[in-house]
């Protein structure tokens, strides 16, 4: 396999794979072949094959970008999990490279930068939304602003919410102990914006958020820490047949 340009100090590479279109037996073999054997075991425990497969594509696209990345064997990268549950790369020992990842149904993206906090969510905006989730999980403000728009409007405001929401809160790698209603999205704003209550200590001109829509089905959030101009996000399909 060839290298993979790893990203450098003013870019940040955003990959995404449509998985339910990886349906080769040997670049799946090969993904399995990858797997650690916890991974094996998670992968094994699901019921469903759609959950099955989503995860074998995802665990195999996470590690052939970074061992392409790196410079090494896919299958030599091992993974921990936090206290939060976020994995993060222990081998290589030092790897200048930090990454997160996001799947929904059919879609995973990966979202690669050196250094710094940085998050990536996917929603599949198809689904049929609660009209009980804004106020539950949302601001005052968000939630507000979302019933004061036309019904026809609310579906992809909505998404952009959660997503960017989502992408914060991975950046932070906190999970759940940051409040949902601690912080609002700024997203008719150019650029998009964060507002934060008392109960969550950050400075809302240290973030960079953008958007995107890798197809009609899907949207996309990146948050991450600035550390001085903003950075390029430079946005690639990943196609295992040919890359």
């Not at 990858?34 to 195999?60: I, N, S, Y």
């Not at 410079?71 to 030599?76: F, L, R, S, T, Y």
């Not at 579906?155 to 950046?171: G, H, I, S």
């Not at 008392?198 to 990146?222: C, E, K, M, N, S």
């Amino acid at each position: 396999m060839g290298a993979i340009d790893a990203p450098g100090d003013d870019d940040v590479h955003l990959w995404y794979v449509f998985s339910d279109e990886v349906r080769d037996p040997a670049t799946l073999a090969a993904y399995a072949a990858l797997m650690a054997p916890d991974e094996r075991a998670r992968h094994d425990r699901f019921v469903f094959e759609k959950d099955r497969h989503q995860f074998l594509v995802t665990r195999g696209v996470i590690r052939t970008l970074l061992g392409r990345c790196l410079g090494v064997d896919p299958a030599d990268c091992a993974f921990e999990a936090d206290r939060y549950g976020r994995p993060r790369l222990v081998h290589p020992a030092g790897a200048p490279l930090g990454f997160n990842i996001s799947h929904t149904r059919g879609l995973v993206a990966c979202v690669l930068a050196r250094g710094g906090e940085i998050g990536v969510d996917v929603e599949d905006a198809s689904r049929p939304i609660d009209p009980g989730l804004p106020r539950r999980f949302f601001s005052p403000d968000e939630a507000d602003a979302l019933d004061a728009l036309p019904d026809d409007a609310r579906p992809a405001r909505f998404y952009e919410y959660w997503t960017l929401k989502e992408a914060y809160m991975k950046a932070r790698g906190m999970g759940l102990s940051l409040p949902l209603d601690g912080f609002s999205m700024l997203a008719d704003t150019t650029p998009v914006g964060i507002r934060f209550t008392d109960a969550i200590d950050d400075d809302p001109r240290t973030w960079q958020f953008a958007q995107f829509t890798p197809g009609p089905r899907y949207r996309l959030a990146v948050a991450l820490r600035r550390r001085g101009p903003d950075r390029a996000i430079l946005v690639r399909e990943f196609r295992p047949a040919v890359v």
